[in-house]
């Protein structure tokens, strides 16, 4: 079995053969550089490469500034495109792009309702953070109400 394979093992007796088998690579390892520390722990709680690809793909979210302002605003709101088109000063298939790639890396919704579609932010947790962190960045204060 490869290493890969088996940090995509779960349950705790293949968990405890993970550690075994850093131990192992560890001992076989040679940094080409010996500052006195360990490294063993990065290890022990590193997260999957599919892990660090998920959360590069929700970075890339950051790339845009209007995507970044619209992700804000439905943060705030549920609005169809027309609106959000009105809103953004943006051509409906200029928003209908930003707003698939919002779509696509989990970060709203949408809802139709008749003729609309309304989008807002998704209920999880990445969302939340995204949006958050996002404040703290531009320091912009949410509106209350």
Request: one cysteine or more; glycine letters at 6%.
């Given at each position: 079995?490869?290493?890969?394979?088996?940090?995509?093992?779960?349950?705790?007796?293949?968990?405890?053969?993970?550690?075994?088998?850093?131990?192992?690579?560890?001992?076989?390892?040679?940094?080409?550089?010996?500052?006195?520390?360990?490294?063993?722990?990065?290890?022990?709680?590193?997260?999957?490469?599919?892990?660090?690809?998920?959360?590069?793909?929700?970075?890339?979210?950051?790339?845009?500034?209007?995507?970044?302002?619209?992700?804000?605003?439905?943060?705030?709101?549920?609005?169809?495109v027309t609106n959000l088109s009105a809103m953004m000063d943006m051509s409906s298939p200029a928003l209908s792009h930003h707003l698939r790639l919002l779509r696509s890396a989990g970060l709203i919704e949408s809802r139709r309702d008749g003729k609309e579609v309304?989008?807002?932010?998704?209920?999880?947790?990445?969302?939340?953070?995204?949006?958050?962190?996002?404040?703290?960045?531009?320091?912009?204060?949410?509106?209350?109400?």
């Open positions: 079995m490869s290493f890969a394979e088996l940090c995509a093992c779960t349950g705790s007796s293949i968990k405890r053969n993970i550690r075994i088998k850093i131990k192992e690579t560890m001992d076989e390892i040679k940094l080409p550089h010996d500052h006195g520390q360990s490294f063993e722990h990065c290890f022990d709680h590193m997260p999957k490469t599919e892990d660090f690809k998920t959360a590069s793909e929700i970075f890339k979210q950051l790339g845009d500034g209007s995507r970044i302002k619209l992700f804000w605003i439905l943060c705030h709101c549920e609005e169809c309304y989008y807002k932010s998704a209920g999880t947790r990445e969302a939340e953070l995204l949006h958050h962190m996002i404040e703290d960045l531009i320091r912009i204060s949410c509106p209350t109400g």
